[in-house]
């Protein structure tokens, strides 16, 4: 089927299921241009609803990758936006050259996460404070 949607120019648009981690398709387009087109529209509904912050990264597709990031970052429900840059090649394998990858991290999730990191940093410098000072002093 590889074969076929190449050359009928079909492009995966490629998701993350937030619960297992496992890569799914999220819909197919025929060609760049739509895929790009597809992707931004996707983001846009993701962000009528929710305010998020958004990383977008690319696999030797810096041109691709930077328009999206431009239209995207100026959506008001975007928090703060960063531009990745190029992925290593481990992590895009599944795609290969030409991956425009677009993150969306919902603003609610991330200052609970952010939130739970500091608690468990406190908690680390406490333990080791008290052991460094107890291995020092005896």
């Known amino acids: ?10 492009k995966p648009i490629v ?3 937030i619960n297992d981690g496992k890569y799914y398709t999220y819909d197919k387009v025929r060609g760049r241009k739509k ?3 597809k992707m931004i ?3 846009e509904n993701i962000l009528k609803n929710k305010k998020c912050r958004l990383c977008v990264v690319h696999g ?3 041109e691709d990758s930077q328009k999206m990031f431009q239209e995207l970052k100026k959506h008001p429900n975007i928090v703060s936006s960063v531009f990745g840059g190029i992925l290593r090649p481990v992590s895009g394998v599944h795609s290969g050259p030409g991956l425009v990858g677009m993150i969306l991290f919902e603003e609610e999730y991330f200052l609970w996460v ?3 990191l500091k608690g468990i940093q406190r908690k680390k410098k406490n333990f080791y404070t008290r052991n460094i000072r107890r291995n020092f002093w005896n």
């Open 1 to 10: 089927s590889g074969t076929i949607a190449e050359l009928l120019n079909i």
């Open 15 to 17: 998701s993350i299921d």
């Open 35 to 37: 895929s790009l087109s």
């Open 41 to 43: 529209e996707i983001g």
């Open 60 to 62: 030797c597709a810096l």
């Open 114 to 116: 952010n939130s739970i």
